[in-house]
């Protein structure tokens, strides 16, 4: 089954595999499923479900006024400036 599976993925995947890279697929191919049949069988009834599993936290600064740059010293460096904005070439 787990070689019909490889034969699968490598025709999916535009693959052309020898015998011998199918067998080394095939046995990391079972290990990954043996190992998600593992985690499968945890009794997780009581665990919350979670989008990450550290909490985060947000660590941006406050946001608040403060002196910067005119628009005229940040156009003073650029190569090229156009109508008070930076000319950039045009990607196709």
């Known amino acids: 089954m ?3 599976d ?11 595999l020898t015998e011998e890279e199918k ?4 046995r990391q191919l079972r290990q990954i499923l043996e190992h998600a049949a593992a985690i ?3 009794d997780i009834k009581e665990v919350p479900p979670t989008s990450h599993p550290m ?3 947000n660590v941006m600064r406050e946001d608040r ?5 005119s628009q005229e010293e940040a156009l003073s460096c650029a190569p090229r400036a156009e109508g008070g904005y930076f000319a950039v070439p045009r990607i196709f």
């Open 55 to 57: 909490p985060l936290a």
């Open 6 to 16: 490889v034969e699968h993925v490598a025709w999916l995947a535009r693959l052309e």
């Open 23 to 26: 067998e080394v697929y095939g």
């Open 65 to 69: 006024v403060e002196p910067s740059l």
């Open 2 to 4: 787990v070689e019909i």
């Open 40 to 42: 499968s069988a945890l």
